[in-house]
């Protein structure tokens, strides 16, 4: 089994940056790629960003250039980096583990594993 916590979220005006941790404990060896997604109200989850355990990493196109996500093994924690947040990058985002990469390492298909989730609110 594996426990993932997140930190890091809060409200931020438009322009402004954010980090966000996600520490992962338990079986750590199921921690393999890991992966943030958020969701919006109304909307369904969406992967932002994932990282393999080379640390290949992708990005959806909405955020590509603003977000970095990178890892820290020793620690089992991954973080995302958010800068030139926008109003619409307000979601409840979660980190995911456990899940596989697939189209080349392109995509990741979520694990089992997540996240109890941290809010981010963008303000215009």
């Known amino acids: 089994q594996v426990q993932l916590v997140e930190s890091g979220g809060g409200l931020v005006q438009a322009g402004g940056s954010l980090r966000l941790a996600c520490a992962g404990s338990?079986?750590?060896?199921?921690?393999?790629?890991m992966g943030w997604y958020r969701q919006a109200p109304g909307k369904q989850r969406e992967l932002v960003a994932h990282?393999?355990?080379?640390?290949?990493?992708n990005y959806a196109d909405s955020v590509k250039g603003r977000f970095t996500i990178s890892r820290d093994k020793a620690k089992n924690t991954v973080y995302l980096q958010m800068n030139s947040l926008k109003p619409e990058d307000t979601a409840v985002y979660y980190c995911?583990?456990?899940?596989?990469?697939?189209?080349?390492?392109?995509?990741?298909?979520?694990?089992?594993?997540w996240g109890q989730g941290t809010q981010v609110t963008v303000s215009s």
């Open positions: 995911n583990a456990g899940g596989r990469l697939y189209a080349q390492d392109t995509m990741y298909a979520p694990g089992s594993y």
């Open positions: 990282i393999s355990s080379g640390g290949n990493t």
């Open positions: 338990g079986s750590t060896f199921d921690i393999n790629v």
